[in-house]
């Protein structure tokens, strides 16, 4: 968003420190000027803020026509590599893998902590056991692009919020394998979600959106109704409810095209996995 310039260019040289081939690097500013890059680095500025997955999608398409790369690479631009093997661990992990589709890096604050909702598993349990997961954490993941050709693009008109677990779910659904790996590590500034007005309108729009586009029919109800229960049981603010549930309705009266039910071979295979699509 351009207002970061201090954080990104530590984040630039820590890209710039890791080990091996260097990698093919590309900035997205989103209706922002960017500000001067290191030599080697690309600028791609979009003439407006298409939110998270469209950007990222413009992103992709970038890096598809002009550096032919095989996997992309997502970080935000206050993280930092603190690692010089990242990129390394990254590149063998889908060379000794063919079925590996998606790698969700571990993300740590300024003191070394994993918050319980940056570990894709339920129950948050220890964020130093690697496994292969349901989701994948938009901040700091690896894709690999021949997935994205196969199974398309994040959904744009989610603007923020669930595009990484819709992605997930039609990567799954085509046979992939998403891993979280906890020795792939991004340093980020611990922050809040809840601290933007729309957090709980979208997160509860794109819910919605998610199960209408991708659950088996007798599943939306009750992802719905159990995702309503925990949002209630957390007590979020009244001025947040009101916006979750606003939002909630907002999903359910709009649609999000196209709706591809997943099979019910990935429901069971998401269940095996700890996580079946109805929590």
């Not at 201090?6 to 091996?20: D, Y």
């Not at 669930?162 to 992605?167: A, L, R, S, V």
């Not at 500034?189 to 959106?209: E, G, I, K």
């Not at 719905?224 to 947040?240: E, F, I, K, N």
């Amino acid at each position: 968003m351009g207002d970061r310039s201090v954080e990104l260019r530590a984040l630039l040289e820590s890209v710039a420190a890791q080990e091996g081939d260097p990698a093919k690097v590309v900035v997205l500013g989103q209706g922002v000027q960017l500000p001067e890059l290191p030599s080697g680095v690309d600028a791609v500025e979009l003439p407006e803020n298409l939110g998270i997955p469209g950007g990222r999608n413009k992103g992709v398409e970038w890096l598809r026509d002009h550096r032919g790369v095989d996997v992309v690479v997502v970080l935000d631009d206050d993280g930092l590599l603190p690692r010089t093997d990242t990129f390394r661990l990254v590149r063998d992990a889908f060379a000794n893998n063919s079925r590996l589709g998606v790698v969700s890096f571990r993300i740590v604050d300024e003191e070394g902590r994993t918050a319980r909702r940056h570990v894709p598993r339920l129950g948050a349990s220890d964020p130093l056991r690697s496994s292969e997961v349901t989701t994948f954490l938009g901040g700091a993941h690896a894709i690999r692009m021949s997935v994205i050709d196969q199974v398309g693009a994040f959904p744009a008109s989610f603007f923020y919020a669930h595009e990484e677990t819709d992605f997930a779910w039609r990567a799954l659904d085509a046979g992939w394998e998403i891993h979280y790996r906890a020795d792939l590590v991004l340093r980020h500034p611990r922050t809040d979600p809840a601290r933007h007005a729309t957090y709980y309108r979208l997160t509860a729009r794109n819910r919605v959106w998610l199960a209408k586009r991708h659950l088996p029919a007798i599943l939306v109800p009750v992802y719905l109704a159990s995702w309503s229960a925990y949002t209630v049981a957390r007590r979020p603010p009244l001025a947040g409810l009101k916006a979750w549930w606003a939002g909630f309705f907002e999903g359910v009266r709009t649609s999000c095209p196209p709706r591809r039910p997943m099979q019910w071979r990935t429901v069971w295979r998401m269940a095996r996995l700890g996580r079946p699509p109805v929590i």
